[in-house]
């Protein structure tokens, strides 16, 4: 079967540095999306990864590991407002968009 | 650009009355848009995947005749429960992909329609 693994819910400090690891078992690879997704809101998109490596866009670094299934999204200088679901999907061999649950990330004064 | 819009935003309705949910593309042409249901504290779940001017591919346990969505042009698609029950009351949110990667195509998200049928 096909499934993305996720920590459910991670805390951090505000000014820290967080990662959010994802892994995946999908039949085929086009690529693995993250999206943030605040309370009561739809998801918003965040960055694309379909090559190996660190791709940086502001605060926010996305990484990938095809051979090991594996990327994480790493958050710096944490502010508040950064409190919010982070949402990990791979799209597979058909195009389909295989969602994780998401892990709730807590930010604390 | 890629904003998509979703109306309405939320509605409350009687028990065996159907509602239209409307999702639009704003500002560019959605080859295909994507039906998403989430209960609280739970993951998106896809309800169906629609391609302008085709049938609907709906997954597994999703009931067409009780959800018909129609996708009528590269900017429109609709979502209609119909005899809305209480436990359709959840959060609908639809998603839009250009079709402009060959397949890989990011999905934007809509605001999302909250439906509480009482």
């Known amino acids: 079967g096909q499934n993305i693994d996720q920590p459910t819910e991670m805390t951090a400090t505000e000014g820290a540095i967080v990662q959010i690891n994802c892994t995946y078992q999908?039949?085929?690879?086009?690529?693995l999306f993250w999206y943030q997704q605040h309370a009561g809101e739809a998801p918003t998109f965040l960055s694309y990864n379909v090559l190996d490596g660190l791709e940086e866009k502001g605060r926010f670094s996305s990484f990938l590991s095809r051979s090991k299934g594996y990327s994480y999204l790493l958050l710096k200088e944490l502010q508040m407002k950064d409190s919010a679901s982070y949402l990990c999907?791979?799209?597979?061999?058909?195009?389909?968009?295989?969602w994780g649950a998401g892990t709730k990330l807590i930010i604390k004064p | 650009g890629a904003v998509v819009s979703q109306h309405p935003s939320w509605v409350i309705c009687k028990s065996g009355t159907s509602v239209k949910i409307e999702c639009r593309s704003l500002?560019?042409?959605?080859?295909?848009m994507f039906w998403y249901r989430q209960f609280p504290k739970q993951s998106l779940m896809l309800m169906a995947t629609?391609?302008?001017?085709?049938?609907?591919?709906?997954e597994q346990g999703v009931e067409k005749d009780k959800f018909l969505i129609n996708h009528a042009s590269l900017t429109l698609s609709t979502l209609t429960v119909t005899s809305a029950h209480p436990e359709d009351s959840s959060f609908y949110i639809c998603?839009?992909?250009?079709?402009?990667?060959?397949?890989?195509?990011?999905?934007?998200f809509g605001p999302g329609t909250r439906l509480t049928v009482l």
């Open positions: 500002d560019f042409q959605a080859t295909t």
């Open positions: 998603s839009a992909s250009s079709g402009t990667s060959g397949g890989r195509d990011t999905q934007y």
């Open positions: 629609s391609n302008e001017g085709s049938k609907a591919t709906y």
């Open positions: 999907a791979v799209m597979d061999s058909n195009y389909q968009l295989i």
């Open positions: 999908t039949s085929g690879f086009n690529g």
